[in-house]
């Protein structure tokens, strides 16, 4: 790391957790959590575990799903358990990654139509108004690339 931005870097790690908005600390605290939980189970390093979460997260759109079901109307127990199912499944599908070989440019062939069907519905339900029904099929597709 270059000597500049040590400093910065330091101060930004040791404040991150007073700095951070509740939800966005939460949500950091869960990742990391998630993170090394993979790397354990799947018997691989962080960087590798991180590498295939945020790849999955990215090929998947995962960021703007969470997006849309922070759209849903209320907090109610639907809108937190669509959410907590898209960490889940997250979870769930990059397990999967590390335990085979290939790598995530193999898997993303592999479910080349799915991901696709994905993101289109994305798209649909990302001009409409926010719904539980979509935001459910979506869910449901997501678990069948677990």
């Known amino acids: 790391m270059n000597l500049v931005y ?9 404040n991150l957790t ?12 869960l990742t990391t959590q998630t993170l090394v939980d993979l790397a354990q189970s799947a018997q691989t390093g962080l960087e590798q575990a991180a590498r295939a979460y945020f790849g999955v997260d ?11 079901i922070n759209r849903l109307p ?3 127990l639907w809108q937190t358990q669509a959410r ?4 889940s499944i997250a979870s769930q599908i990059t397990q999967g990654l590390l335990s085979r070989s290939g790598g995530l440019a193999a898997w993303s062939a592999l479910h080349g139509t799915a991901i696709e069907r994905l993101r289109k519905l994305l798209q649909n339900i ?11 099929v979506a869910l449901r597709e997501l678990r069948h690339l677990a």
């Not at 040590?6 to 040791?14: F, H, M, Y």
């Not at 990215?58 to 849309?68: K, Q, V």
């Not at 990302?126 to 459910?136: E, F, I, R, T």
Request: charged share 20%; net charge negative; hydrophobic share 35%.
């Open 74 to 76: 209320t907090e109610t």
């Open 18 to 29: 007073h700095w951070l908005p509740t939800t966005a600390n939460t949500n950091w605290q």
């Open 58 to 68: 990215a090929e998947l759109g995962l960021t703007a799903w969470r997006a849309e």
């Open 126 to 136: 990302s001009h409409q108004s926010p719904d539980l029904a979509p935001v459910s």
């Open 6 to 14: 040590q400093p910065g870097a330091r101060e930004l790690r040791a």
């Open 84 to 87: 907590d199912d898209v960490y």
